[in-house]
Antibody, heavy 116, light 107 residues
């Protein structure tokens, strides 16, 4: 059974940084493209970005609102996906989900609150 | 960016009703589309991939159709557990945009 477990969420002040982790199990992580999706309170879903497998180049692409501030990376030896979030803004407040590939499987989400 | 327009944004229906939700893409996306169901406080769950393929374990009352720019999600006979918010998402061109959602409520 595929399992995705996010961690690292919390309260951070504007301008601060936070790193989310997503521990994966139940599938061959190194062979999976992985995606981050977020959802602001009471709002719809927003695609954050995706990272390719190492075999496919390992490159990551992020949506315009977070480009240059957020970085997606992976550690295939630990079956873990990361989202490094810098220069956080209040509008980054959301539940962040990690998903497999084209979002076939989802974690339970991690809440990030950016507030002073 | 490709805009995904869902309609309606909300609907009221009764158990047993046939429900259809539409998603329109601002440009052609072949069949690179998924449908998701989300219940309050829970993570979304994929129902349909590649526009018309049923995700394993999803009841057969859910079906998807369409290609190019027009897509539909149909629930053939609405069940109590189907009251939720539904989203479409294109995964043809970055960024992989979502529709605004359709909230299905009890009439």
């Amino acid at each position: 059974e595929v399992q995705l477990v996010e961690s690292g969420g919390g309260l951070v002040e504007p301008g601060g940084s936070l790193r989310l982790s997503c521990a994966a199990s139940g599938f061959t992580f190194r062979n999976a493209w992985m995606t981050w999706v977020r959802q602001a309170p009471g709002k719809g879903l927003e695609w954050v970005g995706r990272i390719a497998t190492k075999t496919d180049g390992g490159t990551a692409d992020c949506a315009a609102p977070v480009k240059g501030r957020f970085t997606i990376s992976r550690d295939d030896s630990k079956n873990t996906l990361f989202l490094q979030m810098n220069s956080l803004k209040t509008e980054d407040t959301a539940v962040y989900y990690c998903t497999t590939g084209n979002s076939g499987n989802w974690g339970q989400g991690a809440l990030v609150t950016v507030s002073s | 960016d490709i805009q995904m327009t869902q309609s309606p944004s909300s609907l009221s229906a009764s158990v047993g009703d046939r429900v259809t939700i539409t998603c329109r893409a601002s440009q052609g996306i072949r069949n690179d589309l998924g449908w998701y169901q989300q219940k309050p406080g829970k993570a979304p769950k994929r129902l349909i991939y590649a526009a018309s393929s049923l995700q394993s374990g999803v009841p057969s009352r859910f079906s998807g159709s369409g290609s190019g720019t027009e897509f539909t999600l149909t629930i053939s006979s609405l069940q109590p557990e189907d009251f939720a918010t539904y989203y479409c998402q294109q995964h043809n061109t970055y960024p992989f945009t979502f529709g605004g959602g359709t909230k299905v409520e009890i009439k």
